[in-house]
Structure formats: structure tokens, C-alpha cells
């Protein structure tokens, strides 16, 4: 097992109105992902890079920790998809 295999990420969620925002949070080097979903269930994934701020910013902004299993699910929602014939 490798070093980013043993890592816990810390995962944050927001619901909006109309979509929810998903963070993931790398607590050693802070980088992350952070996904946007949408009401049509169209998912952006984006890749970021945090600083040692991000819980800071993320409580201002009023995300509330939440399930790594939610998350992981949204991002293998393609996985699970299957198209009809």
C-alpha cells in the first residue's frame, strides 16, 4: 500500500437551490476535487488545489461535512449508468 493509498480524505457538501456542490479534501497536501451537480444530473468534476485555509473557507461558506460514500458515488455515477439499446 502507498502513501496516497493510507490518506483519509474529508469530504464537505452544500446544497443550493437548483444544484449541490461536493468537495473532496486532501488533509496533507490539500488538493482535492470538487464536484457540481447539477438538476439535469449532468456532473462537473474539477481537480483543485486548496490551502491550508480551505476548512476555514469552507465553514464560511456554509458546506457541512458529509458522507465519503456519497461523494465517491456522484464521482463512479458514470460507472453504475448504462445505456439502453
Request: aromatic share 10%; hydrophobic share 25%.
Given at each position: 500500500m502507498g502513501k496516497k493509498d493510507a490518506i483519509v480524505y474529508k469530504y464537505f457538501k452544500r446544497?443550493?437551490?437548483d444544484y449541490?456542490?461536493?468537495v473532496s479534501?486532501?488533509?496533507i497536501d490539500y488538493?482535492?476535487?470538487?464536484l457540481i451537480v447539477h438538476p439535469?444530473?449532468?456532473i462537473e468534476k474539477t481537480d483543485m488545489q486548496f490551502d491550508e485555509d480551505i476548512y476555514e473557507d469552507l465553514e464560511v461558506d456554509?458546506?457541512?461535512e458529509s458522507s465519503p460514500l456519497e461523494f465517491q458515488l456522484y464521482m463512479k455515477r458514470d460507472f453504475f449508468?448504462?445505456?439502453e439499446d
Open positions: 446544497v443550493f437551490d449541490q456542490v461536493l479534501v486532501n488533509p488538493s482535492g476535487t470538487e439535469d444530473g449532468k456554509e458546506f457541512k449508468t448504462r445505456e
